[in-house]
């Protein structure tokens, strides 16, 4: 069973960073993707971006690209999301979650698994 631990949020100013960690255990092999998705309070969640496992190659979402990145340490099966730039609309509940090939590269993902997530809030 596939588990992911999402932290590292906190409150940010605009133009500010911030650095979201993602542990996971238990991936059955290395074709899986890990995603990064966001919620807004009264939105429906999105896809943020994802890394393979395997191989490291990465996508983002258009109104992301160019201030975040997403990485990949595999000796402490971590995936981080590098969040600078930030917006205020960039507020929300960041999850990460994973699943085989790249189906959480897909913003309309629809797993079930997303875990509790953790809050960025980014003032003004």
């Known amino acids: 069973e596939v588990q992911l631990q999402a932290s590292g949020g906190g409150l940010v100013q605009t133009g500010g960073s911030l650095r979201l960690s993602c542990v996971h255990s238990g991936l059955p092999s290395d074709d899986y993707a890990i995603g990064w998705f966001r919620q807004a309070p009264g939105k429906a969640r999105e896809g943020v971006s994802c890394?393979?496992?395997?191989?490291?190659?990465?996508n983002f979402a258009p109104y992301v690209k160019g201030r975040f990145t997403i990485s990949s340490d595999h000796a402490k099966n971590t995936v981080y999301l590098q969040m600078n730039s930030l917006r205020s609309e960039d507020t929300a509940v960041y999850y990460c979650?994973?699943?085989?090939?790249?189906?959480?590269?897909?913003?309309?993902?629809?797993?079930?698994?997303w875990g509790r997530g953790t809050l960025v809030t980014v003032s003004s």
């Open positions: 979650t994973a699943d085989y090939d790249y189906a959480v590269c897909d913003s309309s993902y629809s797993g079930d698994d």
């Open positions: 890394i393979s496992w395997r191989d490291d190659s990465t």
